[in-house]
């Protein structure tokens, strides 16, 4: 006897089910494949590929939808379900319509300390919205992120994964005033962040006109211990030869 099992999300996590046959249109399928063949081809195995890919169709749609878990599978030769089990997995991915900045609050332990607590309870009362949804305007998607490797200068929030370091209830409010107003500011590294839909192609490697970063932009409370060491005159010790000891 066979059973037909519909897959599907956990209760409490937003996205379609997979596995209801969804598709693109035919053109924007064409377009699409264009776009995945050239990301294909920089890898040696197509399913190498499907990070990237999933970055691609989230592009399109602003989120991983049934239909871009489809073209993802048609690509690569590969089942929905072994798609989904990536796009599920990688936090990065989204299971439901993003607006156009994703603004995360970091609230892991250093964070959280610094006062990245008190920055998401301020910006949820601010937007009006709770962690996971969307302002009315679609401009921004609040999210509550684990850490970003930038506990330096803490408490940090992102805005498309560009970082906006040092931040206060205040400061954060302004942030997405601003960005709600239609004028991404400069990050505190790198360039202004574009629309979470382009952010995404260009994730996924895909052409997308942006601005530069400013290259004179110093993270210099990174580089404090290295300037230390420097005026110190410390020096790391010789990295030992693993090959001459391995017959490499």
Known sequence: MTVDLQLGPRP???GAPI?????????????????????????PKPRSALLPLLHLVQGHDGYVTTGGINFCARQLDLTDAEVTAVATFYSMYRRSPTGEYLVGVCTNTLCAVMGGDAILRTLQDHLGVDVGQTTDDGRVTLEQIECNAAC?????????????????????CDLVDTLRGGQPPVPTRGA??????????????????????DAGQVCTATLAGLRVARELGLTAPDTPDVTSESGQ
């Open 152 to 172: 330096d200068y803490a408490p940090v929030v992102m805005v498309n994964w560009e970082f906006f370091d040092n931040q206060s209830p205040d400061s954060a």
């Open 19 to 43: 596995g209801n046959g969804a598709t693109y249109p035919p053109d924007v399928t064409a377009r699409l494949a264009a776009d995945a063949a050239a990301i294909i081809a920089k890898y």
């Open 192 to 213: 202004a962040p574009c629309s979470f839909r382009d952010t995404s192609r260009m994730l996924a490697g895909a052409p997308v006109d942006r601005a530069e970063a």
């Open 12 to 14: 409490d996590e937003p």
